[in-house]
């Protein structure tokens, strides 16, 4: 296949292109800069996209996105994550369905923070979106969807967890304090974690690309989640280290402010990948405590 990336120098973005490449498939990488050979330029703000560099393509992985947890959600940083989120979907969306031919699938980045804040209730893809702004982010970035798929595209909406990767990511910003013994829990920890190992977030994306019989949204999600308190415990063990000391919520609202931890660092998401499942996709990394390890070593 030839195969079109954004966010393609993002973590995720660069681990999928490398496998994409080392599958045989001809990858594209949709950049903001001038383009290099196996590139091709777009320009969000201006509501550009160079479809002559893009060739005929048959397929599209849209990540691009501003990070969700980086910094505090200012009026200004919510702008910002909406525009590089909701709107450089709908200006992908729209150009791939003005294309001929249009390319078979589309796989569209969302989160699991389109569930909201559920506690304890168990959730599969035919569950309703939550409350919220990142709830109400993720429903307009699915939906920004929709002209690519009125034009016959195969759309598929990536509900990922947290990815886990030792080289970077949320698992990365951790480590050096659970090396130095200095780890635990966030709040209270009784709140469901959704995660995914790197590896398995790869090979289920290669998957979806590959199997056309899916569309619509997939949870990107490992089957076990585990609580908070469940994974920081299983991190220290796997580091050797004791991981006891909690971070307080209300500590947590001070540094990153309300909106941030409550919707998403607190957050419970009890999410498990029925629709992977059901099409036979078979995971490595099923449980925190195999997969943590595997994940540190590699």
Known sequence: MRVVVSGSSGLIGSALCRALEGSGHDVVRLVRRTPRP??????????????????????????????????RWSPARRRLLVASRVGTTALLARTLARLDPVPRVLLN??????YGDRGDEVLNEESPAGTGFLADLCRQWEQAVAPAAEA?????????????????????????????????????????????????????????LEHDTLAG??????????TNGVFTSALGRSLHRPAVLPVPATALRVVFGRGLVDEALLASQRVHPVALEAAGFAFRHRDIDTALPAILAG
């Open 38 to 71: 196996g590139e091709s330029s777009w320009d969000p703000p201006a509501g550009t996209i160079d479809t002559a560099g893009l060739g005929r393509i048959d397929g599209v992985v849209h990540l691009a996105g501003a990070g969700i947890g980086d910094r």
């Open 109 to 114: 980045a969302s989160a699991t923070g389109f």
């Open 152 to 208: 016959g595209i195969r759309s598929v909406r990536l509900r990922s967890g947290i990815v886990l990767s030792a080289a970077g990511g949320a698992l990365a910003r951790q480590l050096p304090l659970f090396r130095l013994g200095l780890g635990g829990r966030l709040g209270n920890g009784r709140q469901w974690t959704s995660w995914v190992s790197g590896e398995d977030w790869v090979r289920a994306a290669l998957f979806l």
């Open 217 to 226: 949204p997939v949870n990107m999600v490992a089957p076990e989640p585990v």
